[in-house]
């Protein structure tokens, strides 16, 4: 390999808002008995949607209003895991690492199977040994194949120790699951990029940008992803 893909930008480690939130919404499509509590009153199901509000905020890079949706469910219900996990990821997004995770640890608490809140915590806390980290996460997956934010957190295990092809195969498997979210096409565009697998770079940067709403945020930077897809660009005959 040549190395010109070292220039291609920082994968995203990400919070889990929009991936837990993607998550809860898909587990309640296939839980008859989850939907029927939701819809149950007209209260569940408003603070549902201020759920996926919060999560789109938090994707699009507005905090302060991300946070604000938080905290009414909260108010209305302070043992919510979803609201919670919303605000462990903004406290991380925040590089508030020390409060990240004092949340996540009080969510495993509460729900010491939550899988969301050990991934997380496994990314934050970095200094760990990667192989028992990844040996844990390969577990949970054995258990939950479908869970994205397993894929993405084990994506960027690979990331840390520059295993390109590992780090494609898990974003691969996390976007099969979420085909629209911009931080998993990304880090698919970043992996193919190192890998100098340039027209599926390209397709994938420009995926990321087409479901991208907005053009700055806690996502990825806009500006330079246009900027490397004008270099990949040069290099296709």
Same mark, same amino acid.
């Given at each position: ?28 499509? #296939? ?17 549902? =949607? ?14 302060? =209003?991300?946070? &604000? ?16 996990? &919303? ?35 496994? &990314?934050?806390? &970095? ?34 120790? #520059? ?16 085909? =629209? ?18 027209? =599926? ?15 700055? #945020? ?20």
């Amino acid at each position: 390999m040549s190395g010109r893909g070292q220039d291609a930008p920082e994968p995203q480690s990400g919070g889990t808002a929009s991936l837990a939130a993607a998550e809860s919404r898909r587990a309640g499509e #296939g839980d008859a008995d989850r939907l029927r509590v939701v819809r149950e009153s007209r209260r569940q199901e408003s603070l549902w =949607e201020r759920l996926d509000q919060g999560a789109e905020a938090f994707r699009e890079g507005r905090l302060g =209003e991300a946070e &604000g949706h938080f905290r009414t469910i909260l108010e209305a219900e302070p043992d919510n895991i979803e609201a919670r996990l &919303g605000m462990a990821s903004l406290a991380a997004r925040q590089r508030d690492l020390v409060r990240a995770r004092r949340l996540y640890q009080g969510i495993l608490r509460d729900d010491p199977h939550n899988t969301v809140a050990e991934a997380a915590l496994l &990314g934050l806390d &970095g200094g760990g040994d990667p192989d028992t980290e990844e040996n844990r996460l390969k577990m949970l997956l054995a258990d939950h194949p479908d869970a994205i934010h397993l894929h993405f957190a084990l994506g960027n295990i690979h990331v840390a120790s #520059g295993r390109w092809e590992e780090a494609r195969a898990s974003f691969a498997d996390a976007l099969r699951l979420d085909r =629209e979210n911009p931080e998993i096409l990304y880090n698919l565009a970043v992996s193919l990029d190192h890998l100098e697998e340039n027209r =599926e770079a390209i397709r994938y940067y420009r995926l990321a940008l087409r479901h991208l709403r907005g053009e700055s #945020g806690p996502v990825f930077d806009h500006k330079a992803v246009v900027r490397r897809l004008a270099v990949l660009s040069r290099r296709i005959p």
